[in-house]
């Protein structure tokens, strides 16, 4: 049996029972596409009807395939570890995006390793991914200032086309595609920066405050532009 108990704003627990008796049918833990440690398993496990004590010095692996073939193996081994761990005689596993790109079904296994790196147990869980309803979930799931960020950190060229057009090239980071149809999408291409030449022969620049792009020119004549003030 499983349950969810909320725990904070952005996480949740989902508590599951696991044995390692042979045979027994693993539990099936439901998630959104593109959710990234948004929840958290947190598992009890068992020999038999026995509740397992888990031996002090014990190292923790996580580890699964994708539908799509993309291999993934978390361990407690790893010092930058935050994806699997054991508190107060439970392992906790984050659910990743690298673990919800991919809408499927397929196990992820759990294996308990001792000092020497021999393994004691071994326990699996079923990771239900339902899919997204936006093609674009990951681009969706990024929040409007992360985005902008990225934006303004992929500025690196400023040229003047062939046909006498100012033009900037961009490396936004994203990972959004050419074409998506987007709220957050159509605010950047449309709102980030506008050019013109006046009667006056002054090519001014106009943008939303938010933005905090600030332009100008150094005595030697270059055009010089700050961004990201008072974001």
């Known amino acids: ?36 440690k948004s929840r958290k398993v947190r598992c009890a496990l068992y020999a038999g009807k026995n509740e397992y004590t888990i031996p002090s010095g014990i190292s923790f692996i996580c580890s699964g395939t994708r539908p799509d073939g993309v291999m993934f193996i978390y361990t ?19 659910i990743t995006e690298k673990m919800t790109d991919i809408a499927g079904e397929y196990p992820i296994d759990i294996t308990l390793t001792d000092s020497s790196g021999d393994i004691l147990r071994t326990f699996s869980f079923v990771l239900s991914i339902e899919p997204c ?41 994203t990972i959004i595609p050419t074409g998506t149809k987007a709220d957050i999408v159509d605010i950047i291409h449309s709102e980030l920066v506008d050019a013109s030449i006046n009667n006056n022969g002054i090519m001014p620049y106009e943008t939303a405050s938010r933005y905090g792009l600030r332009f100008g020119m150094t005595d030697a004549g270059e055009i010089y532009v700050i961004y990201r003030e008072g974001i």
Do not use: C, W
């Open 1 to 36: 049996m499983s349950g969810i108990i909320q725990n904070g704003l952005l996480s949740a627990y989902i508590d599951i029972n696991l044995s390692f008796t042979k045979n027994s049918v693993p539990p099936i833990v439901h998630v959104k596409q593109f959710e990234r």
């Open 76 to 94: 407690t081994m790893d010092q930058n570890n935050t994806v699997i761990d054991s508190v107060d005689n439970r392992v906790i596993v984050v």
């Open 133 to 173: 309803a936006a093609k674009e979930g990951k681009a969706l799931t990024r929040p409007f200032s992360e985005a902008l960020s990225a934006a303004a950190d992929g500025l690196f060229t400023v040229f003047i086309t062939e046909d006498g057009y100012f033009a900037i090239n961009t490396d936004d980071g």
